[in-house]
């Protein structure tokens, strides 16, 4: 199950010419969800939000979907990948497939011809508008196949594909019978949205504001605020310049929880051949505001 060592040549982004309704209702929904928040609120609730933000966002997207399956910046069992991934599809940010294709096409497009979600069309579009329009099923399943040959023959990948809107429904469900609709706003509305604005500012945010390290060829820049949502991921200039290490943050002051956590897992035999970039790479100079 390698990550392929050279992805496709072939300009593999089918024309974003087909509204999505459905997911845009839905992200909408969930903003609005947000509101309930004002008279739905306790403590406890606002706890259940953090840990479920933690465990969906920074263990499934940051640690899971992103520096494992999207780069396999690090080896572990099988079941402690799964159960990452399992975590990751919690956030409804869509099957680790999709998510890992998707993610790949930014990595060999950056900023771009061919990335899904290039910066340089603006800060909205990086955002969150390059999702409201989606390739025909038939064209994204040639993408899948192309960037994800890997995960397309695990079973337990597709079946999570197929899946992870109903794993959610089923927490939204136990979260009710836990503590009420305040668990319900919090634990999912509320997480939902912090969630995906996290996840979303890594493709804008941190291709727009903060400094340069390394000079990609992208817009990629590390973004100290970005990073703070996003368990490190904010430091993705130095990603983009050593995509598959396990490691972002690379100064005293880079702080990256995701690359703790790593090697949290790692002192517990639960993770091995961690992948950092070679030490004579990390002879900085003063970092660059981006342009
Ligand atoms: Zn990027
Ligand atoms: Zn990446």
Redesign the pocket.
């Known amino acids: 199950m390698a990550y392929p060592a050279t992805l496709p040549s072939v300009l593999a982004v089918p024309a974003r010419d087909h509204f999505a309704p459905i997911k845009a209702a839905f992200l909408l929904a969930a903003h609005l969800g947000v509101v309930a928040a004002f008279w739905q609120t306790t403590w406890v609730a606002v706890g259940v939000c953090l840990l479920l933000h933690a465990l969906g966002g920074g263990l499934g997207i940051c640690v899971g979907y992103?520096?494992l399956l999207?780069?396999r910046s690090f080896k572990c069992p099988t079941v402690v990948e799964y159960t990452l991934a399992f975590l990751g599809s919690l956030t409804m940010e869509g099957g680790p497939i999709d998510w890992v294709a998707n993610?790949r096409q930014?990595?060999q497009y950056s900023d771009a011809a061919g990335d899904p979600h290039s910066a340089r069309e603006g800060f909205f579009w990086s955002h969150v508008l390059w999702m409201m329009w989606t390739p025909k099923q038939a064209a994204w399943n040639q993408v899948t196949e192309r960037y994800t040959p890997d995960l397309l023959r695990v079973p337990f990948y597709r079946f999570m594909g197929r899946t992870y809107l109903e794993w959610s429904a089923l927490l939204a469900v136990v979260l009710y019978l836990m503590g009420g609709w305040p668990f319900v706003v919090w634990g999912m509305c509320v997480r939902l949205v912090i969630t995906y604005h996290s996840t979303w500012f890594v493709n804008s945010a941190s291709h727009t504001f903060g400094y340069r390290t390394f000079d990609n060829s992208d817009l990629s820049t590390n973004c100290w605020w970005v990073a703070l949502m996003t368990y490190g991921e904010g430091w993705h200039n130095n990603?983009?310049a050593f995509?598959t290490s396990a490691r972002h943050g690379l100064r005293p002051w880079e702080i990256d929880l995701s690359y703790g956590f790593i090697r949290l897992l790692k002192s517990v035999g639960l993770a091995w051949d961690l992948r950092t970039p070679p030490v004579e790479k990390l002879q900085f100079g003063s970092p660059r505001a981006a342009a």
């Open positions: 992103h520096r999207t780069h993610h930014h990595h990603h983009h995509p």
